[in-house]
């Protein structure tokens, strides 16, 4: 069974470009997250879906970040206008139920020169 | 929120053991832990829930204390294979299933 998919797995952009980050879950997992980590910040929560749905977002940083998750074996990250200090490796996880483990991807490590 | 890891750091030589703890100021749900090594993403190690349990995982257990909350994580004979970062998430009671990390702890393991 494939595992959490993300794509591209290194992105190199330029200040004020939008950047589209893309995350294909395990196939009937119904829990999608969206994790930002950083040597400063750590390991931190942006948003989350249950069954498509966005439950929590607080933990996006600024109107800059958007999510999306149109059907259940899709989701985006967007960045317009991207900053330097996007800069960072963007996981997405997906979990069975709400409460189970998580099963991450390997990231997306976004540079914004 | 975010809950605290102790030790930062661990050193340990092959088949030596170590303790990592994470605390919480916040009434708990459960606590996962997970596992990543450098230039890789994070890896499910175990779920405990309220109630004390504790669990293993070959040679790692952990326990979660509901009173404290707080929970530990016990490396047994430490291999070289468990070197990498340890975090703690944690998810409130009460709450949607937002699972806050700490900071994580540093594992190196030496021949």
């Known amino acids: 069974d494939a595992g959490v998919i993300q794509s591209p797995r290194h992105e190199v952009t330029e200040m004020g470009q939008e950047v589209t980050l893309r995350c294909k879950p395990i196939?009937?997992?119904?829990?999608l997250f969206w994790y930002r980590q950083t040597m400063m910040r750590g390991l931190e929560l942006l948003i989350y879906?249950?069954?498509?749905?966005?439950?929590?977002d607080s933990g996006m940083p600024e109107d800059r970040f958007s999510a999306k998750m149109p059907n259940a074996s899709f989701s985006t990250l967007k960045i317009q206008p991207s900053e330097p200090r996007d800069s960072a490796v963007y996981f997405c996880a997906s979990s069975l139920l709400q409460y189970n483990e998580q099963f991450f991807g390997p990231g997306t490590r976004l540079t914004v020169l | 929120q975010q809950p605290v890891q102790s030790p930062q750091a661990v050193i340990l030589r092959e088949g030596e053991d170590a303790v990592i703890n994470c605390s919480s100021s916040?009434?708990?749900?459960?606590v996962h832990w997970y596992r990543q090594k450098h230039g890789e993403a994070p890896v499910f190690l175990m779920i405990l829930l309220k109630g004390g349990e504790q669990k293993g995982h070959d040679k790692i257990s952990a326990s979660f204390n509901e009173k404290k909350q707080q929970s530990s994580l016990y490396l047994t004979a430490s291999q070289l294979s468990y070197s990498g970062t340890y975090f703690c998430?944690?998810?409130?009671?009460?709450?949607?299933?937002?699972?806050?990390f700490g900071a994580g702890t540093r594992l190196a393991v030496h021949p």
């Open positions: 916040k009434a708990l749900y459960s």
């Open positions: 998430g944690t998810v409130l009671s009460g709450g949607y299933n937002k699972l806050i």
């Open positions: 196939s009937g997992h119904n829990s």
């Open positions: 879906f249950n069954n498509n749905v966005p439950i929590d």
